[in-house]
C-alpha cells in the first residue's frame, strides 16, 4: 500500500517524514466505526501504517512492528501512540502518533532521534558473542562509579548509528543522585550515550566571580577587610540545573552536588527557595560559589572547547573541610573539598580560581588514573607539577575568555 499522493508530508532536516497531513481511509466495518471501539481503531490505524512502512521511512526489516503504547480519545477523535520494533525490539527514540476522526486516518506523526540516518539494523558478525544482560550492567555500574543504589533495570533497544541501527543494551539504574540510562553496543560492549534522565531547574544565587581581588582590581584585599567592602563585589549568577525534591531544592547538578564529606560536619543548604542569596559570613555561602564555578567549568569544556569526555560526571563538593586543609581533589575519594586558608586569607570556597585549580587535578586523574604519583625513575614528583602548572594555566585561560575579554 502507498501513501496516498494527496497527503502533504513535511520532513526534517534529514529528510524523513516527521508528519503527513490528510484523509487516508482505514479498513473498519460500518459496525465498528458506529461503536467508536477504540482498541479496534488502533489495530486498524497500526495495520495500514505497516502497510505503508516504505513510504513512511520506518524501519527497514522483515520482522518490523509497531507496538500500540496508548489509546485516547479527546472530543471525538481518537489518538494512537506507538513504537517501532524489530524482531520484537524496540527502536530507541522511535514515537509515532496518529489521530483518527470519523473512521478516516487525519494526521500522522513520526519522531525519530536526531541521529538516525539508516533505518537498517545493523547486521551483527554471526561469529560473534552478543552481551549478556548480566555483563551489560555490570559495566554500567563500574562506569558510574561509588553509589548507592535505588533500582536497575535493563533491556533490548536497537540504536541508531551511521551504520545502521545497532543493538544495544538499554541500562537504567536510579541512584540518590541521578537517573542514569546508558545505552551499551551488544556486540562491540561499547558505551554509546550517557545520560542522566533526573530533572533539574535552574535557580540563582550569590557568588564572586571570579574573587574580590580581580573583580575590584585591588589586591590588598583579605578576610578582614570591611564586610561592605567584599559584600559589593558578590554578583548574581545562574545556578544551572540544581535538584528539586518535592518542595525542597538542593545545589546538586548533573556535574557537582554539594555533600559534607569531612568534619567540620557543616550539611549543604536546602531550602524551599531556588533563590541562594547569601554573603561570605554565612556557611551557606561557600557552597553556592563552589556549585556554580565547578559547573560553570565542566560546561566551558563542553559548550566552549567541545570537550564531552573529561570529567562528564557529578563530583562531590565539601564546601567546608578542616581550617588547615587548603583545597584539595582527592583521587582515592573522588571529590573536592575546601577549606580555611590561615589568618587574614578567605576560605578557599570564596575564591573561584581555586575551583579552577581544584577541578584541573580532577580532570588529569580522570584522564590518566594515578596522575601524579612518585616517579621511581627520576624521584621525583614531575607529573604532581606540571598538574599545579596546568591549574594555574588553565585558570587564567578560562577568566581570560570568560570574564576579562580583550
Known amino acids: 500500500m502507498k501513501l496516498p499522493s494527496s497527503v502533504r508530508r513535511k520532513t526534517n532536516k534529514n529528510g524523513a517524514i516527521r508528519t503527513v497531513i490528510g484523509a ?30 516504505d513510504d513512511l521511512q520506518l524501519a527497514s526489516a522483515d520482522q518490523v512492528d509497531l507496538d ?20 520484537g525490539t524496540p527502536v530507541f527514540g522511535s514515537d509515532v502518533v496518529a489521530e483518527v476522526s470519523a473512521g478516516t486516518l487525519r494526521r500522522v506523526g513520526i519522531t525519530r532521534h536526531k541521529d538516525r ?11 560473534s558473542q552478543l552481551m549478556t ?37 538499554q541500562v537504567d539504574i536510579v ?53 561592605a567592602t567584599l559584600d559589593a563585589e558578590l554578583v548574581s549568577r545562574t545556578l544551572r540545573e540544581i535538584t528539586q525534591d518535592g518542595a525542597n531544592f538542593r545545589l546538586e547538578g548533573p556535574y557537582v552536588q554539594i555533600k559534607n564529606k569531612q568534619d567540620p560536619a557543616i550539611a549543604p543548604p536546602e531550602q524551599s527557595s531556588s533563590t541562594f542569596n547569601f554573603t561570605r559570613n554565612d556557611d551557606e555561602f561557600e557552597a553556592v560559589n563552589i556549585y556554580y564555578h565547578v559547573d560553570r567549568i565542566q560546561r566551558y569544556l563542553q559548550d566552549t572547547l567541545g570537550i ?7 563530583i562531590e563538593c565539601d564546601h567546608h573541610t578542616s581550617d588547615n586543609g587548603g583545597a584539595f581533589y582527592s583521587p582515592m575519594g573522588l571529590f573536592m573539598g575546601f577549606g580555611g586558608s590561615g589568618p587574614s586569607r578567605p576560605d578557599r570556597g570564596e575564591d573561584g580560581d581555586v ?47 570568560q570574564l576579562l575579554p580583550l
Open 24 to 53: 487516508i481511509p482505514l479498513p473498519l466495518s460500518q459496525k465498528m466505526r458506529d461503536s467508536a471501539a477504540t482498541d479496534d481503531i488502533a489495530d486498524s490505524v497500526k495495520a495500514v501504517l505497516l502497510e505503508m512502512s
Open 68 to 87: 500500540i503504547s496508548g489509546v485516547s480519545e479527546v472530543d471525538g477523535s481518537v489518538y494512537v501512540r506507538m513504537r517501532e520494533a524489530v524482531n
Open 117 to 127: 540516518v539508516s533505518n537498517t539494523p545493523f547486521e551483527q558478525d554471526t561469529d
Open 133 to 169: 544482560k548480566r555483563r551489560a550492567v555490570t559495566l554500567v555500574k563500574k562506569a558510574i562509579g561509588d553509589y548507592v543504589e535505588v533500582h536497575s533495570n535493563a533491556s533490548q533497544v536497537y540504536y541508531p548509528k551511521d551504520d545502521g541501527m545497532r543493538l544495544c543494551w
Open 175 to 227: 541512584t540518590e543522585t541521578a537517573d542514569w540510562r546508558y545505552l551499551v553496543d551488544a556486540e562491540t560492549q561499547e558505551i554509546l550515550r550517557i545520560e542522566d534522565l533526573r530533572e533539574y531547574v535552574d535557580g540563582t544565587g550569590m557568588v564572586y566571580d571570579p574573587n574580590p581581588v580581580v573583580t575590584a582590581n585591588d589586591n590588598t584585599l583579605n578576610q578582614n577587610s570591611p564586610a
Open 308 to 314: 564531552t569526555s573529561v570529567m562528564n560526571w557529578s
Open 355 to 401: 575551583m579552577a585549580h581544584e577541578y584541573c587535578h580532577a580532570m588529569q586523574h580522570d584522564m590518566v588514573p594515578g596522575w601524579g604519583v612518585y616517579n621511581t625513575t627520576t624521584s621525583r614528583h614531575e607529573a604532581r607539577a606540571m598538574g599545579e602548572g596546568f591549574g594555574d594555566a588553565f585558570t587564567c585561560i578560562l577568566n581570560q575568555e
